[in-house]
């Protein structure tokens, strides 16, 4: 199993910009897919970017389209989230998870390892 560590979230003004970092360990990065989830209080965890094993295609909800860009660095194990334009709406605690497979899914149940989740808050 691949451990993921989040990092990154804060408090960030409507506009404003944060960067997500995801930091795997204990198995071989670019074996995975990888995706960032989030979800909001009262609510399911939703599909917010995945991105394939050699970061050649990317994924994004409608929500964040244009706004957020998922990125990996294989060499560095890492896994990031780059949120401009941040909404009040974007608040929510915000996953990374890991795929063992070719595809690129959007679904949460196609993700069987995740971190432990950051927090991100919009302030309107």
């Known amino acids: 199993q691949v451990q993921l560590a989040e990092s990154g979230g804060g408090l960030v003004q409507a506009g404003g910009s944060l960067r997500l970092s995801c930091a795997a360990s204990g198995q071989t990065f670019s074996n995975y897919v990888m995706g960032w989830f989030r979800q909001a209080p009262r609510k399911e965890r939703d599909f917010v970017a995945a991105?394939?094993?050699?970061?050649?295609?990317?994924y994004y909800s409608d929500s964040v389209k244009g706004r957020f860009t998922i990125s990996r660095d294989n060499d560095k194990n890492t896994l990031y989230l780059q949120m401009n334009s941040l909404k009040p709406e974007d608040t929510a605690v915000y996953y990374c998870?890991?795929?063992?497979?070719?595809?690129?899914?959007?679904?949460?149940?196609?993700?069987?390892?995740w971190g432990q989740g950051t927090q991100v808050t919009g302030s309107s």
């Open positions: 998870a890991a795929r063992r497979g070719l595809a690129t899914s959007i679904a949460v149940g196609d993700y069987n390892n």
């Open positions: 991105i394939s094993r050699n970061g050649g295609t990317t």
